[in-house]
């Protein structure tokens, strides 16, 4: 039996969003799966009773914004001296142009 274009489009159309639902409810079990798992092997961290402790806890956060202005003022080193060797390259070629004349 031969369908017409539009059945066919149509049923594709009518399709999609069950099986978008299909794969939703798999999506949900496997996540449900997954933090059941995590709480069941969550470690405890112990505490640390450590007194007079020289160094401090810091956030992720502040540690990675650290190290982001560690590797700014790196790359603004490194481009200040390509800009100054380049420069001096100029002068250079500028000093050759006037013992040329």
């Not at 540690?63 to 390259?89: C, F, L, W």
Request: no cysteine; hydrophobic share 40%; charged share 30%.
């Amino acid at each position: 039996m031969v369908y017409s274009q539009a059945k066919v489009i149509a049923g594709g159309l009518a399709h999609i969003p069950i099986v978008i639902s299909v794969f939703y409810f798999i999506m949900i079990s496997f996540n449900i799966r997954a933090l059941e798992y995590a709480e069941a092997n969550k470690s405890i961290k112990p505490k640390s009773n450590v007194l007079g402790s020289k160094t401090e806890a810091k956030p992720l956060m502040a540690v990675k914004a650290e190290t982001e202005d560690v590797k700014e003022t790196e790359v603004k080193e490194e481009k200040a001296q390509a800009i100054k060797g380049i420069s001096n390259k100029l002068e250079e070629i500028e000093k050759k142009d006037m013992n040329r004349d």
